[in-house]
């Protein structure tokens, strides 16, 4: 009888663990979804973390600056300049900086900004946005300046901070 018990509690052992790992492989075996990316348009307004976004306006240049700082994009290159507008929902300033965003083209290059390109477009009068502090609850205006080769689509991607893993895509159409 004892025998028996014990056979019959090690059976149900054997069983209930050939069932758990059943479900663990089923979990470990079923594919995942992939959530689908949701890429936004210019003057769309997107919040990402306490940051709001909204692009308004993509133009490509051959060169940038004034007369005494002026900028040639190099051959087969242009510049590619975005304005945007970013709002602080926080109640704190915060920083808004360059390194926040980077250009995708269609074939997955990164194109950063470059603190040159930014100077020179201070100097045209136009506010770059490098280092801008944002008040809560306000916005700042400003443009970012990329070097990229001519005649490709570009995406542009905007970080909620520095030390954000929060992201968001907008597809970039030039109004040249």
């Given at each position: ?33 992939k959530p689908q ?21 993509a133009v490509t ?116």
């Amino acid at each position: 009888m004892k025998i028996m018990k014990k056979f019959f509690g090690l059976s149900f052992l054997i069983l209930v663990a050939i069932a758990c790992i059943g479900k663990v492989s089923n979990c470990l075996i079923k594919p995942t979804e992939k959530p689908q990316e949701i890429i936004y348009d210019i003057n769309q307004p997107v919040r990402v973390g306490d940051v709001q976004y909204t692009i308004k306006n993509a133009v490509t240049r051959k060169r940038i600056g004034n007369d005494y700082y002026r900028l040639h994009a190099g051959d087969g290159m242009c510049f590619f300049l975005v304005e945007l507008q970013c709002a602080n929902f926080t109640n704190a300033p915060i920083t808004i900086s360059h390194l926040m965003f980077y250009l995708v083209d269609d074939n997955g290059a990164k194109y950063e900004t470059d603190n040159g390109n930014l100077l020179s477009l201070q100097l045209q009068t136009h506010l770059a946005i490098n280092n801008c502090k944002v008040n809560p609850n306000t916005a700042q205006h400003g443009f970012l300046v990329f070097e990229v080769p001519e005649e490709r689509n570009y995406k542009l991607v905007a970080s909620g901070g520095l030390w954000s893993n929060e992201t968001a895509k907008f597809y970039l159409y030039t109004s040249n």
